[in-house]
T-cell receptor
Framework: EAQVTQNPRYLITVTGKKLTVTCSQN?????MSWYRQDPGLGLRQIYY???????DKGDVPEGYKVSRKEKRNFPLILESPSPNQTSLYFC?????????????FGEGSRLTVL | GQQVMQIPQYQHVQEGEDFTTYCNSS?????IQWYKQRPGGHPVFLIQ?????EVKKQKRLTFQFGEAKKNSSLHITATQTTDVGTYFC??????????FGAGTILRVKS
């Protein structure tokens, strides 16, 4: 089954404790992206990757890091989480957007930073 | 930078009534996409519009892309309880940057 898998789905952590949210897709998609969803603000892009070893900042990259060492994986790293990073995070993938554009989303990771 | 404004933020309708959500972009778009997110779920792709003035239908859903390729709408005829959720538009700038609107939350009273 074609899917985007995120882990963990739920996480409560404390300020400053490094964490990683993993994302894996099995559709051989070149494009992957991370979004955060906050009430009234929609989906805001954090980072994206057009292909392996190619990453770029989205609209709200501060406080986050990513890597793309393999095509299927695109982890999101919070080196020193802060309470303003409490949010619902979605990973998404697509074939190059200039071709089809359809994003496939993971089920989301709800993060609470105390 | 590009902005995509979506209205209304929230709409509560009686089952059987129609519903429309609107998106406006500050820049001309290469295409616009629509997604639906059920409560507690993740966004799911509905459709993509590419051509100026394009109209597409999916059963009770009608999608339009404006002539200037700066606005779009989603209209649902005779809403059902299965239509509840948040509807997002996402505008793609030339250069492959996709920007989401804030979404419209639809609630349907039965």
């Amino acid at each position: 089954e074609a899917q985007v898998t995120q882990n963990p789905r739920y996480l409560i952590t404390v300020t400053g404790k490094k964490l990683t949210v993993t994302c894996s897709q099995n559709m051989n998609h070149e494009y992957m992206s991370w979004y955060r969803q906050d009430p009234g603000l929609g989906l805001r892009q954090i980072y994206y990757s057009m292909n392996v070893e190619v990453t770029d900042k989205g609209d709200v990259p501060e406080g986050y890091k990513v890597s793309r060492k393999e095509k299927r994986n695109f982890p999101l790293i919070l080196e020193s989480p802060s309470p303003n990073q409490t949010s619902l995070y979605f990973c998404a993938s697509a074939t190059p957007q200039g071709f089809t554009g359809e994003l496939f989303f993971g089920e989301g990771s709800r993060l609470t930073v105390l | 930078g590009q902005q995509v404004m979506q209205i209304p933020q929230y709409q509560h309708v009686q089952e059987g009534e129609d519903f429309t959500t609107y998106c406006n972009s500050s820049t001309t778009l290469s295409n616009i996409q629509w997604y639906k997110q059920r409560p507690g779920g993740h966004p799911v792709f509905l459709i993509q519009l590419v051509k100026s003035g394009e109209v597409k239908k999916q059963k009770r859903l009608t999608f339009q892309f404006g002539e200037a390729k700066k606005n779009s709408s989603l209209h649902i005829t005779a809403t059902q309880t299965t239509d509840v959720g948040t509807y997002f538009c996402a505008g793609m700038e030339y250069g492959n940057k996709l920007v989401f609107g804030a979404g419209t939350i639809l609630r349907v009273k039965s």
